[in-house]
Nanobody, 119 residues
Framework: QVQLVESGGGLVQAGGSLRVSCAAA????????LGWFRQAPGKEREFVAR????????NYADSVKGRFTISRDNAKNTVYLQMNSLKPEDTGVYFC????????????WGQGTQGIVSS
């Protein structure tokens, strides 16, 4: 059974940084693409970033390009999201997700970690 456990959220002032992590278990990690989504209060869950199995391909939402960096450590079964120059609109619950390489959609999700950016 695939398990994804996020950590590292917290409260930070605008302009600050946070790094969230997601530890994976129950899967062959380098057979999975990974992604981060977020959900702000009262809003739909939205895509933030994704990374392919090797780390060689990354994509970002326009709203976070140049500020956020997704990375993975296949030796540690962990994916990271480094968030810099944070804005109040980055506030939300950040979810880690995994997709087997041959699948079209994300099937496994973590429970989320809260990030709050104060103005």
């Amino acid at each position: 059974q695939v398990q994804l456990v996020e950590s590292g959220g917290g409260l930070v002032q605008a302009g600050g940084s946070l790094r969230v992590s997601c530890a994976a278990a129950g899967l062959t990690f380098n057979n999975y693409g990974l992604g981060w989504f977020r959900q702000a209060p009262g809003k739909e869950r939205e895509f933030v970033a994704r990374i392919n199995w090797s780390g060689g391909s990354k994509n970002y939402a326009d709203s976070v390009k140049g500020r956020f960096t997704i990375s993975r450590d296949n030796a540690k079964n962990t994916v990271y999201l480094q968030m810099n120059s944070l804005k109040p609109e980055d506030t939300g619950v950040y979810f880690c997700t995994a997709k087997f390489v041959s699948k079209a959609s994300y099937a496994n999700w973590g429970q989320g970690t809260q990030g709050i950016v104060s103005s």
